[in-house]
């Protein structure tokens, strides 16, 4: 196994979640590699915010069998050290994503995304992206 849990981006929920047939996902490719999946907090909360009553029994099932990594006190003071070094590079990034990137950080996650140009610019982070499901380290 190349890893024991990595931390899901909102992306890699989104696609699951729109795709009939999950057995084309991302999401479910990874569990070739890996034995357990994380969302931060902030996924979280992005998934409810754009969902709706009908979908919150899906995604508040899919919760309970995943680890919600808290955003905490670590995690927003990494987040303003990530904010600071994008805004130095003139590579601002959106403030929910440097909240999921300090969480994969703080927990030292790899973080899996469809989305690799939110995530790219953060040299701490190692990302797995689509294609061929490869590991990118910055």
Known sequence: MEGKIVLLDTSILIDYFRKKDKSKTFLFSL???FEFFGVSAITEFEIFVGSNELQNDFWENF???????PFDS???RISSLLDRTSK????????????I??????????????NIKHFDKIGQIN?????KYITIRS
Do not use: G
Not at 63 to 69: A, G, N, T
């Open 101 to 114: 990137a300090a969480t994969a950080i703080r927990n030292n996650l790899q973080l899996a995304t469809l």
């Open 88 to 99: 130095k590079n003139s590579k601002q990034m959106e403030i929910p994503d440097l909240f």
């Open 74 to 76: 670590e995690c927003s």
């Open 127 to 131: 990302l797995v992206t689509l294609p």
């Open 63 to 69: 919760f309970k069998e995943i680890i919600v990594y």
């Open 31 to 33: 569990t070739n590699s």
